[in-house]
Protein backbone atom coordinates (compact mmCIF):
# COMPACT_ATOMS: atom_id res chain seq x y z
CA UNK A 1 0.00 0.00 0.00
CA UNK A 2 0.65 3.35 -0.53
CA UNK A 3 -0.48 6.46 1.19
CA UNK A 4 -0.59 9.62 0.21
CA UNK A 5 -0.76 12.87 1.76
CA UNK A 6 -1.73 16.35 0.37
CA UNK A 7 -1.14 19.71 1.84
CA UNK A 8 -0.98 23.58 1.10
CA UNK A 9 -4.18 24.24 -0.39
CA UNK A 10 -5.93 27.55 0.38
CA UNK A 11 -7.52 30.86 -0.34
CA UNK A 12 -5.80 32.91 -2.79
CA UNK A 13 -6.58 35.90 -5.51
CA UNK A 14 -6.66 35.72 -9.35
CA UNK A 15 -3.00 35.86 -10.12
CA UNK A 16 -1.42 34.51 -6.92
CA UNK A 17 0.79 31.12 -6.33
CA UNK A 18 0.32 28.17 -4.71
CA UNK A 19 2.51 25.54 -4.02
CA UNK A 20 1.00 21.74 -3.84
CA UNK A 21 2.99 18.98 -1.85
CA UNK A 22 1.89 15.23 -1.71
CA UNK A 23 4.11 12.81 0.83
CA UNK A 24 4.20 9.65 0.33
CA UNK A 25 5.12 6.51 2.01
CA UNK A 26 4.59 3.00 2.55
CA UNK A 27 5.48 0.87 -0.75
CA UNK A 28 6.49 3.92 -2.92
CA UNK A 29 8.72 1.81 -4.94
CA UNK A 30 6.04 0.00 -6.57
CA UNK A 31 4.93 3.53 -8.24
CA UNK A 32 6.05 4.47 -11.40
CA UNK A 33 5.02 8.04 -11.22
CA UNK A 34 2.68 10.50 -9.26
CA UNK A 35 -0.06 12.83 -10.58
CA UNK A 36 -2.25 15.83 -9.67
CA UNK A 37 -6.31 15.98 -10.53
CA UNK A 38 -8.89 18.00 -9.75
CA UNK A 39 -12.54 17.88 -9.11
CA UNK A 40 -14.52 21.66 -9.61
CA UNK A 41 -17.87 22.45 -8.80
CA UNK A 42 -20.29 19.82 -10.36
CA UNK A 43 -17.33 18.59 -12.26
CA UNK A 44 -15.94 15.15 -12.48
CA UNK A 45 -12.07 14.04 -11.01
CA UNK A 46 -9.89 16.06 -14.05
CA UNK A 47 -6.63 15.56 -14.99
CA UNK A 48 -3.82 18.22 -14.13
CA UNK A 49 -0.01 16.93 -14.26
CA UNK A 50 1.95 13.97 -13.95
CA UNK A 51 5.59 13.02 -13.46
CA UNK A 52 7.20 9.76 -14.41
CA UNK A 53 10.20 8.41 -12.17
CA UNK A 54 11.83 7.29 -15.52
CA UNK A 55 13.79 10.20 -17.09
CA UNK A 56 11.17 12.51 -14.66
CA UNK A 57 9.09 12.92 -17.56
CA UNK A 58 6.01 15.13 -16.97
CA UNK A 59 2.93 15.69 -18.75
CA UNK A 60 0.05 18.65 -17.93
CA UNK A 61 -3.11 19.27 -19.10
CA UNK A 62 -3.71 22.11 -21.76
CA UNK A 63 -5.52 23.83 -19.19
CA UNK A 64 -2.83 24.48 -17.29
CA UNK A 65 0.14 23.93 -19.22
CA UNK A 66 2.49 26.93 -18.78
CA UNK A 67 0.97 28.18 -15.20
CA UNK A 68 1.49 24.60 -13.17
CA UNK A 69 5.02 23.04 -12.51
CA UNK A 70 5.28 19.54 -11.39
CA UNK A 71 7.97 18.71 -9.57
CA UNK A 72 9.63 15.96 -6.99
CA UNK A 73 12.10 15.41 -4.44
CA UNK A 74 12.95 12.14 -4.45
CA UNK A 75 14.77 12.12 -0.66
CA UNK A 76 11.49 13.57 0.71
CA UNK A 77 9.35 10.86 -1.27
CA UNK A 78 7.58 14.16 -2.06
CA UNK A 79 5.76 15.55 -5.08
CA UNK A 80 4.77 19.19 -5.74
CA UNK A 81 2.32 20.92 -7.73
CA UNK A 82 3.71 24.96 -8.22
CA UNK A 83 0.48 26.77 -9.46
CA UNK A 84 1.34 30.55 -10.67
CA UNK A 85 -1.33 32.42 -12.58
CA UNK A 86 -4.27 31.12 -10.95
CA UNK A 87 -8.05 31.63 -12.30
CA UNK A 88 -10.94 31.41 -10.52
CA UNK A 89 -11.82 28.10 -12.74
CA UNK A 90 -8.68 26.42 -10.99
CA UNK A 91 -11.16 26.69 -7.69
CA UNK A 92 -11.17 22.58 -7.38
CA UNK A 93 -10.34 19.82 -4.55
CA UNK A 94 -6.86 19.26 -5.72
CA UNK A 95 -5.97 15.31 -5.38
CA UNK A 96 -2.85 13.72 -5.45
CA UNK A 97 -2.76 10.11 -7.11
CA UNK A 98 0.17 7.32 -7.66
CA UNK A 99 0.32 4.61 -9.96
CA UNK A 100 2.18 1.41 -10.65
CA UNK A 101 1.48 0.88 -14.08
CA UNK A 102 4.35 1.79 -17.00
CA UNK A 103 2.09 2.11 -19.56
CA UNK A 104 1.23 5.56 -20.97
CA UNK A 105 -1.22 5.60 -23.04
CA UNK A 106 -4.01 6.06 -20.32
CA UNK A 107 -1.36 8.29 -17.90
CA UNK A 108 -4.38 10.95 -17.86
CA UNK A 109 -7.46 8.63 -16.90
CA UNK A 110 -8.23 8.21 -12.94
CA UNK A 111 -8.94 4.87 -13.60
CA UNK A 112 -5.13 4.38 -14.32
CA UNK A 113 -4.22 5.19 -10.93
CA UNK A 114 -3.93 2.60 -7.53
CA UNK A 115 -3.49 4.95 -4.62
CA UNK A 116 -5.49 8.40 -4.09
CA UNK A 117 -4.70 11.21 -1.19
CA UNK A 118 -8.07 12.74 0.71
CA UNK A 119 -7.68 16.01 -1.21
CA UNK A 120 -7.20 19.52 -0.64
CA UNK A 121 -9.06 22.67 -1.46
CA UNK A 122 -7.72 25.25 -3.35
CA UNK A 123 -10.03 28.31 -4.08
CA UNK A 124 -9.23 31.27 -6.49
CA UNK A 125 -10.94 34.51 -5.84
CA UNK A 126 -11.80 37.20 -8.44
Known amino acids: QVQLVESGGGLVQAGDSLRLSCAAS????????MGWFRRGPGNERRFVAV????????YYADSVKGRFTISRDNAKNTVYLQMTGLKPEDTAVYYCAARTTIAIADIAQAASYDYWGQGTQVTVSS
Open 51 to 58: IRWTGGIT
Open 26 to 33: GRTFSTSG
